[in-house]
């Protein structure tokens, strides 16, 4: 796998041209950064408009056994139905920035074979319990990546110039602070978070498995973390950001859980980050230390921690118009506006 | 004049809604605060979806005899001519976020008298400069003012739901710094910024002619501060504001300009700012500082600065999304998805 080089040279000229339109220089702040950072992307001094594909991966995680999330296992299965019906907050943010949106079961508990409008790619029913021994095999790993990779090659050969991750998974912030606790060598406590709402004692509980899943995994490399303490969906998600970044298409990360699959892909390919954006910096614990391990700055801060892909889907329109500014903005010349220095 | 009342009835039954959505409590964070926002405002459970109304006050500055602003005055016409053309930066963001847009000639130096497509509504060439004297007599502040409510009240006639204020005038951020010094009680260091970009000794100027103009007013009442060292395009943007709360209209508040402007309104109507939500921070000093003091909170902050309407244009796709997540997805009962206590 080789990641997809940078155009550098696209990314000059295109601070050149954001400096001739018409506008103090540098007055557009983010936006302005986020152009040029497409232009370098899509290689065109002009990047296109975003043609946005939602991908979102479901698994079920063993550790729920353990008591960690505020609600049962089942609803991964049942969120999975909204998601086909168009009720949950995914579908909404899809249509309102007029992305493509795909669900494909990786890995959850709930028999859906005879749900149509999803995908079907179960690689197992549900990880292992993470607490007591690896969550996949190393063979189901891979699987479940590649299932990623398939989709994301499919979402790019259907025209999508923008890929975003989303994850459903009971349980997934348990896995995913155990993986950025790895990764970042980070301690327990400052990365798990109340996930989709446990109590103190629940807290409490999740931060004592967390400890225990890293102590069971204490003398493996860091290049098992993934399979040791992942998710179905989280291996997906990771495939999904490599094979974007091999075939030069930017994606843009959601919350906590994408943070982790960022982490783990990062681990398989270092450069995958070249072609990533931050979009929202999560209410989760730890969430900011990811983005920060991973180098991203996230656009937004919005107290969100919903997962589904639903943080990144909320900011495409300020990449849109940060794309549309740099398109269509009039030059100090063709609009004959005195510049600072004439 | 008698500011709105805002719904609170209306807004705990919205919360209510919020939390038998399909998804965490609470944990669309500020989103549901935004849809909780706008139904108490609007007065509907389900708020409709916004018709923003963006209108670009321009005015010019007597003060920048001094040499504060980076850009010549001649500037403020020649960009008000660009946005007629559609060149700016907030034409492209208005048709971003399909907002209608009005341009309105309140004090410009230039002769626009021919141009069409903007209000010609010229309260006075420019203002005196405010180093010396006050920028506007009593009558001529109480015009612009009305200019503003003038436009606002048209923007609602013709169905606008949302309303956004923005600005045009070479040297408005030292008239903005201040307004914001004085109804903030600041001092110049802290408020001054770099404006369209001047240099180091050009920020140092900029500060000893506000701290000048501020102990030229130091023995006027409160009150005066909009007359005695504001602009025409700000009084303007204060009476926009005023009455949009009168009709209980909200309004998006932009940046350094927008929020001197609010700060205006409210020494004339403390309750206005019931009826304001901030967009982003600027980069430009001191602009935090006048949102803490307005009690708003913004959105986002992608260091830009400047004006226009530009940042306030930029996030009404989120605001949007809010709306249409709490009208669209689906609840626990209706999408057969199990609750946290089920």
Known sequence: MTIATVNLVIEEEARQHQNNLTKPRGSLGRLEDIACWFASRQGHLLPETLRPHITVFAGDHGVCAEGISAFPSIVTGEMVQNFVHGGAAINVLAKQCSAQLSVVDVGTLSDLSGLKGIAHKKVKSGTANLLHKAAMSETECAEAINVGKEEARMAIAAGANLLIAGDMGIGNTTASACIICRLTGSPAENVVGFGTGIDETGYQLKVSV?????????????????????????????????????????????????????????????????????????????????????????????NMRLGEGSGAALVVPLLQSAIALHREMATFTSAGVTDKDG
Do not use: C
């Not at 225990?212 to 290049?223: C, F, G, N, T, V």
């Not at 091999?246 to 919350?255: I, M, R, T």
């Not at 783990?264 to 995958?272: F, Q």
């Open 210 to 302: 967390v400890k225990a899943a890293l102590q069971r995994i204490s003398d493996k490399p860091d290049e098992d973390t993934l399979q040791e303490v992942g998710g179905l969906e989280i291996a997906a998600m990771a495939g999904f950001y490599l094979q974007a970044a091999e075939s030069g298409v930017p994606v843009l990360v959601d919350g906590f859980i994408a943070s982790a699959a960022a982490l783990s892909a990062r681990m398989i390919e270092p450069s995958v980050t070249e072609w990533m954006l931050a979009s929202h910096v999560s209410e989760e614990n730890g969430h900011a230390l990811a983005l920060h391990a991973l180098g991203l700055s996230a656009l937004i801060d919005f």
